[in-house]
């Protein structure tokens, strides 16, 4: 465990650690920091999903090539509204 003052002072060597040793902890006014490599970061977050546009997401989605959207011609049925 280091001290923020010694690991500001052997900066170098403090990330030399985290890439060879894995995380580093750090403590400062009684709080602890831990400082790890991205590759441990995301290994443990999970890969990210990339965001995408609201215009990506739906073109995702399925196609309607085939599908029939022209109007019915038929007359309404009738509705009683009593």
């Known amino acids: 465990m280091w001290q923020v003052a010694e690991a500001k002072n052997r900066f170098s060597e403090f990330l030399t650690k985290a890439d060879h040793e894995g995380p580093q902890r750090v403590t400062r006014r009684g709080r602890t920091y831990v400082l ?36 019915r011609k038929s007359p309404m049925r009738p509705v009683d509204l009593e």
């Open 36 to 71: 790890l490599t991205e590759a441990e970061y995301e290994r443990l977050a999970g890969e990210a999903k990339p965001k995408m546009t609201l215009a990506e997401y739906l073109m995702t989605g399925p196609s309607f090539e085939g599908l029939d959207l022209e109007r």
